[in-house]
């Protein structure tokens, strides 16, 4: 059974840093990504990455700020978030696609953690 655990989650304030993990018990995918939900708000793509050539693709609003990796030998993704704002304050998910190279859509996602909490004072 496929499992993904998050951990690194935490209250932060604003220009503050967090690095999201999320370890894989099997490795089977194509690629990886993480999703956000704020309360009272859809869940959300933030970044994914390819798993086979290390590919990595962003949510607009996130670029430039965040930094997403993978390690292959750990079957582990990462989720650097640097300069972190109020607005970052969500709920992160970890996913994983066993079908698709890329996609920013969660129902192509096959596999999903329980979560960790980011929160961003101001």
């Known amino acids: 059974q496929v499992q993904l655990v998050e951990s690194g989650g935490g209250l932060v304030q604003a220009g503050d840093a967090l690095r999201l993990s999320c370890a894989a018990s099997?490795?089977?995918?194509?690629?990886m990504a993480w999703f956000r939900q704020a309360p009272g708000k859809e869940r959300e793509f933030v970044s994914g990455?390819?798993?086979?050539?290390?590919?990595?693709f962003y949510k607009d609003s996130v670029r430039g700020r965040f930094a997403v990796s993978r390690d292959n030998a750990r079957n582990t993704l990462y989720l650097q978030m640097n300069y972190l704002l109020p607005e970052d304050t969500a709920v992160y998910y970890c996913?994983?696609?066993?079908?698709?190279?890329?996609?920013?859509?969660?129902?192509?996602?096959?596999?999903w953690g329980q979560g960790t909490q980011v929160t961003v004072s101001s």
């Open positions: 996913a994983a696609s066993a079908t698709y190279y890329y996609t920013q859509f969660e129902w192509h996602y096959d596999y």
């Open positions: 990455v390819r798993w086979d050539d290390g590919s990595t």
């Open positions: 099997v490795h089977t995918f194509k690629c």
